[in-house]
């Protein structure tokens, strides 16, 4: 009798991947052991002989590292290749996790682009919005709606993934995928633009006094003739550089704005607004 997978050791396992997929994290095994913790149920499940269980979860200690809510389609694909492995189909270790090592990339990609690109801060910017005046209705709405669209997505991905199989590889990975993305890292990099126009404002303070102490020369005037938001632009093109091209970090790109700013104000380029 053919085995099957029961509808709740498949949601046992997707809610372990939803709230474990950083279980243990550590720059050596990344989501290892989350993966591991998913594909638990699914293991015990299938095979009733702790020796097979055992050789079947040895699959699953190698490296694996993706975008978590998108990667959910992975760990779905996985369950239904071991569920045929399980009713003696030609599935080996070595076919699974050359899949899940041949979808880590392209899947980061889509879920860097998709996700963190493009989902996040569209729903930033109307938080943002929302909290217009310190209301903390911007607040609740970002983690209502996060927590929705990140549990209802990856649970569609996790099952869309377990009743494709193999099948699913020749969307995520081929022509379509490719097209996938490039088309959402376009519409991210749009949104992250309208984000930045909208949200960031970057102006100086610089002028030039004549003799009588009037100001002949208003530099962000200047800007604002040639390129209103020039400087802004400026800013935000070189914090995506930075992190983009020289590999550095959020935290280190911060405390560089921080010290540009500092020093802005000191030699009066910029002009924080403060009264004393």
């Known amino acids: 009798m053919a085995k099957k997978l029961s509808a709740k050791t498949l949601s046992k396992a997707f809610h372990s991947w939803y709230y474990g997929n950083l279980t243990c994290f550590t720059q050596e095994h990344m989501q290892t052991f989350g993966y591991l913790c998913s594909m638990l149920p699914i293991v015990e499940e299938l095979y009733d002989n702790k020796e097979d269980q055992a050789r079947?979860?040895?699959t699953y200690?190698?490296?694996?590292?993706?975008e978590p809510q998108i990667g959910a389609v992975v760990v779905g694909i996985t369950a239904g290749l071991e569920e045929a492995r399980a009713n003696g189909e030609e599935v080996d270790d070595e076919s699974i996790n050359g899949l899940r090592a041949g979808l880590m990339g392209p899947l980061a990609g889509i879920g860097d682009s998709l996700v963190v690109g493009?989902?996040?801060?569209?729903?930033?910017?109307?938080?943002?919005?929302?909290?217009?005046?310190?209301?903390?209705?911007g607040c609740i709405f970002y983690i209502v709606a996060w927590n929705l669209f990140a549990y209802f997505g990856m649970r569609l991905l996790f099952y869309k993934g377990y009743e494709l199989g193999g099948k699913a590889v020749d969307f995520l990975v081929g022509e379509?995928?490719?097209a996938l993305r490039e088309s959402v890292t376009l519409l991210g990099g749009m949104v992250i633009g309208a984000v930045s126009a909208t949200w960031v404002s970057v102006t100086t303070s610089f002028?030039?006094?004549?003799?009588?102490g009037e100001a002949y020369l208003v530099l962000q005037d200047k800007f604002n003739d040639v390129f209103p938001?020039?400087?802004?632009?400026?800013?935000?093109?070189?914090c995506w550089y930075l992190m983009a091209k020289?590999?550095?970090?959020?935290?280190?790109?911060?405390l560089l704005l921080v010290v540009v700013a500092f020093v802005g104000v000191l030699v009066g380029f910029f002009n924080p607004g403060l009264s004393y």
């Open 56 to 58: 079947s979860m040895h």
């Open 61 to 66: 200690t190698a490296f694996f590292n993706t």
């Open 118 to 137: 493009t989902v996040i801060p569209i729903l930033l910017g109307i938080a943002m919005g929302l909290s217009a005046g310190g209301s903390p209705v």
């Open 176 to 178: 379509q995928g490719v």
């Open 207 to 212: 002028k030039l006094y004549n003799e009588a």
């Open 229 to 238: 938001g020039m400087l802004t632009a400026i800013f935000v093109i070189a």
């Open 246 to 254: 020289k590999n550095m970090s959020p935290i280190k790109v911060m």
